[in-house]
């Protein structure tokens, strides 16, 4: 018999952040392929280790509006462009708002990690994602 957490861990891929003149950061992501994972999310979660994060893949390349309706984690939201680049990071996100959180600019994905990884790693707007998302 399977466990829920080895289930969970199967689910998990690699991501790494590419932080302009920084060292590599490694995450463990899952991703979030189809309307109905997008739309839970993280919600109703109440802790995500520091490593691991949430990959949403629009599969299209469009202006995108992500909130935090029964997310309890606050989190950092990185839009990410097409070709991998970080368009606009959203720090710290408020817990619980329905307050929509803008792209700026069309996106093929947005990385979500716990609010403060992205200003404790130095990672920026122009920074680079790797994972095979961005590889098309």
């Known amino acids: 018999m399977t466990s829920g957490i080895a289930l969970a861990q199967q689910a998990l891929e690699a991501l790494s952040i590419l932080p302009q003149g920084g060292q590599r950061q490694s995450f463990q992501v899952e991703v979030a392929r189809n309307d109905a994972d997008r739309a839970q999310g993280l919600m109703y ?75 404790r790693l130095g990672i920026k707007a122009g920074d680079r994602i790797d994972h095979p998302l961005f590889k098309r």
Do not use: C, H, K
């Open 45 to 119: 979660r109440r802790a995500m280790p520091a490593n691991q994060g949430m990959l949403f893949d629009f599969g299209r390349v469009e202006p995108v509006a992500m909130w935090m309706q029964n997310t309890y984690l606050p989190l950092d939201m990185l839009f990410i462009r097409p070709d991998g680049t970080i368009a606009r990071i959203a720090a710290n996100t408020e817990p619980l708002s329905t307050r929509t959180i803008p792209s700026g600019e069309p996106v093929l994905a947005v990385l979500e990690l716990n609010a403060g990884t992205a200003a």
